[in-house]
């Protein structure tokens, strides 16, 4: 082989390795890449997501879990509206009854950085550009209102304002809109009261150390109705109280930052919204809006 043949074959060998080597390092196309990130139609398999455990879907909620949005505190039973949302998603999604494992996950883990040991969580939690930092949502599945709570006969219980509320002692649950509804909506001349659980603010009303406190419109009437029979709901706030923009306050479903499984659960709950199915269950599980008047 002359000198000139082994200096072709071997520039053509080099060529050839950095092409390799280029093509190795390359980055995915476009389209790869965003369906194993986003969770893209064309990964959203029926019964076999890339979910915690294989051929299982794993689903998050605080313990206690509360009526109306659950029943009994079994999230497991598919009973109360959050907990026949998660079976519907999951069917949705293509796991049966039998695949869903639950987990309890405190609220405050749950809207907050870090690892999760759910593949979605349901827990009356609102989506917020705040939270949305920190963790992922779907689509909203539920348009809530914030109410008020005051015990009957208490001179806040005629309040048909949000000034008539400025002098009250008003509580809230750590974390949540109704908090916020509290500070920037009626701007209390008392400082509000933060509780860590709905049960601890049901106690402090019970016990007049508190006027009156703040929760999602279902949740007060449930307390109003079962747990505490002496008190009243005596309105609730306009939609988009408790939003910057204004926009309803939507209920969301919650994943780790980043889940592969976003757009998945996004598009099940989409699918359960254009069927009729999430209004047809808010019917049958959640009491009807209207029979609380409006704070002006």
């Not at 002692?169 to 809109?177: H, L, P, R």
């Not at 109704?178 to 008392?190: D, E, H």
């Amino acid at each position: 082989m002359n000198a000139l043949l082994k200096t072709t074959r071997l520039l053509s060998a080099v060529a050839g390795a950095a092409v390799l080597a280029l093509a190795g390092c390359a980055p995915q196309s476009s389209s790869t890449a965003a369906s194993g990130a986003s969770g893209s139609a064309a990964s959203c398999t029926k019964g076999a997501l890339a979910t915690m455990a294989s051929g299982k879907l794993t689903v998050g909620t605080d313990n206690p879990a509360y009526t109306p949005w659950f029943d009994n505190n079994d999230p497991s039973d598919g009973k109360g509206f959050e907990s026949a949302v998660a079976y519907a998603v999951a069917q949705q999604l293509g796991y049966a009854k039998g695949k869903v494992d639950w987990t309890v996950a405190p609220f405050n883990n749950v809207i907050t950085p870090g690892q999760k040991k759910f593949d979605f969580d349901v827990n009356e939690v609102s989506i917020t550009d705040e939270r949305k930092q920190a963790v992922d949502f779907s689509t909203g599945y539920y348009d809530v209102r914030q109410a008020v709570i005051t015990l009957k006969g208490s001179k806040f219980a005629g309040a048909t304002t949000v000034a008539g509320l400025k002098g009250a002692k008003i509580g809230a649950q750590v974390g949540t809109t109704g908090l916020t509804v509290v500070q920037k909506v009626i701007a209390p001349t008392t400082q509000p009261s933060v509780y860590d659980t709905t049960d601890l603010l049901t106690s402090a009303l019970k016990d007049h150390q508190i006027d009156a406190f703040v929760v999602d419109l279902p949740t007060a009437f449930y307390i109003t109705s079962e747990e505490l029979p002496n008190a009243t709901v005596t309105g609730q706030f306009p939609s988009g109280a408790a939003t910057s923009d204004g926009k309803p306050e939507q209920f969301g479903l919650v994943l780790p930052k980043g889940s592969a499984l976003t757009s998945c659960v996004s598009q099940a709950v989409e699918a359960l919204q254009a069927n009729g199915t999430l209004t047809a269950l808010a019917k049958q599980w959640l009491p009807a809006s209207d029979t609380a008047p409006v704070l002006k």
